[in-house]
């Protein structure tokens, strides 16, 4: 076999080196590309790898550098959106050269990155990721709870020690109302790498709690730094939450997708907890003025109830007097009725007296001459008999008159007790003596509580004193049993 004439490892590589050079040497381009690592070394240069799938499969990859002086200047260049941009994962328009060595092969050195395409591709990603949400119907998910008219128990998911953070407490805990409201962190990154898993798991912990609502908060930044809050996991969890979540993402100029996902967005953080105060401010000025009103219709009633009790008193006291009147009036036509009858028959007694005498005499003086005797003892007798007749009738109509006197005093003294006890029932039975012992009226909602009033707890009534009225809340309602009538079963079942 003849000898092969092989090449050096050293050749080949060089000799693509040198077509590579030929066709390429310090030429740049613009690469669209994914960056599957990246490592920041001490020595201040940026060892990156690119790479591009196509169906899950991947169909190329290279590594690529951004040597020192290039990290600095692509740094001041993307300023604040240097992290969010330059990542694992992310996705970078840049200007690159192709270098090729013998040792280390090819790579690409990378000496700029255009910020624009980042913020394009965010947008374009995030309008993506609404038309999703808007084709599974999740957009208005949250929106269907009601939150509560007073917010009180709030849970806060966000990084402590942050400004977004201290701002939101800051509203709460001085509110110049000195409203008191129980919060509770549940810190979490809102940034970087591990901010989404964080969000998931606290939206997880919090989906069996009894907070009033979920308030997401991150103190502002630029639209990269807020990448976050355009991932359609977190917009998802938010908006099948069983709990109305509030944010408050701390950005002026732009709205995320968890914003609009949520129950209610604001601006800042300060801005939404500024809403949770007023909130609740405009309840308390409803209780505030539903009280004065319920008081003033109180008042207006209590004040009608006394002046018809003054009426009634008034009325009764005419009523009483007019009927005392009435009955002294009986008294006395029934007084001189008799007076009028006992001189009528001391008259008709008187005529008959007379009359007696004429014809006694008439009598006399017919038989004058023969029956002067007889006469004689006849006057005697009729003169003796008159006399006993006039003195007993006249004792009769004195013991009449007598017995007439005493029954009209008799009747005066009850009409005149009957007055009497009247005047102390109706003391006994004013309202002020009922209250001052021991008594109370128990009203709900402005009307008197009786048996056919329903209550039911949580219910507010009033109980008024004789020296206070009392606000009281109803825990409890038992049916009271008569212990008389549970007595009385009793010994009728023994029997």
């Not at 991932?231 to 997708?257: F, M, Q, R």
Request: hydrophobic content about 35%.
């Amino acid at each position: 076999m003849s000898e092969v004439q092989a090449k050096s490892l050293y050749q080949v590589i060089n000799y693509i080196k040198t077509l590579i050079d030929s066709q390429l040497a310090n030429k740049s381009f613009w690469l669209k590309t994914e960056i599957s690592n990246i490592n920041f070394h001490n020595s201040g240069h940026c060892y990156l790898d690119f790479v591009e799938n196509k169906d899950g499969i991947t169909i190329a990859q290279c590594r690529a550098t951004i040597w020192g002086t290039n990290v600095q200047s692509i740094r001041a260049e993307l300023g604040d959106d240097f992290n969010n941009i330059l990542k694992k994962g992310g996705e970078v328009l840049c200007l690159v050269q192709v270098t090729f060595n013998q040792v280390f092969g090819l790579s690409l050195n990378i000496l700029q990155v255009d910020k624009f395409f980042a913020l394009g591709e965010l947008e374009r990603r995030k309008q993506e990721t609404i038309k999703r949400l808007t084709a599974e119907n999740l957009i208005d998910k949250n929106k269907v709870h009601t939150l509560p008219i007073v917010i009180q128990r709030i849970a806060v998911i966000g990084s402590p020690g942050t400004s977004g953070h201290t701002d939101f407490l800051k509203q709460l805990e001085k509110n110049e109302y000195g409203y008191i409201f129980e919060v509770r962190n549940f810190n979490c990154q809102v940034q970087g790498e591990k901010a989404e898993r964080e969000i998931l798991m606290r939206l997880d912990e919090l989906s069996i709690s009894s907070f009033d609502a979920i308030v997401l908060i991150r103190g502002g930044g630029s639209k990269l730094d807020l990448e976050v809050f355009n991932s359609y996991e977190i917009a998802k969890k938010i908006a099948l939450h069983n709990k109305p979540i509030l944010t408050g993402i701390g950005h002026e100029t732009d709205i995320s997708i968890v914003d609009i996902v949520a129950n209610r967005y604001f601006k800042t953080p300060s801005a939404l907890g500024a809403f949770i105060v007023s909130r609740n401010h405009h309840y308390d000025i409803q209780i505030q003025t539903t009280y004065t009103n319920v008081r003033n219709i109180y008042e207006v009633y209590i004040q009608r109830q006394r002046h018809r009790i003054k009426q009634c008193v008034t009325e009764f006291q005419a009523t009483s007097i007019s009927y005392t009147r009435l009955r002294r009036g009986n008294l006395h036509t029934t007084g001189n009725r008799i007076a009028a009858i006992v001189k009528e028959k001391l008259s008709k007694q008187k005529q008959f007296h007379q009359t007696a005498k004429q014809v006694i005499k008439a009598s006399l003086e017919s038989k004058i001459y023969t029956k002067q005797n007889r006469l004689n003892e006849i006057s005697t007798l009729l003169s003796i008999q008159s006399r006993q007749i006039f003195t007993s009738k006249a004792e009769s109509i004195k013991h009449f008159k007598e017995l007439a006197e005493l029954y009209i005093k008799n009747k005066l003294a009850n009409e005149k007790n009957f007055l009497a006890n009247s005047e102390q029932k109706i003391e006994l039975y004013h309202p002020d003596k009922i209250l001052d012992r021991g008594y109370s009226i128990t009203r709900l909602s402005g009307k008197l509580v009786d048996k056919a009033t329903k209550l039911k707890q949580q219910d507010e009534i009033e109980i008024e004193l004789i020296d206070r009225k009392v606000i009281a809340s109803v825990i409890s309602v038992n049916i009271k049993v008569s212990k008389w009538k549970t007595l009385l079963t009793k010994v009728l079942q023994k029997s």
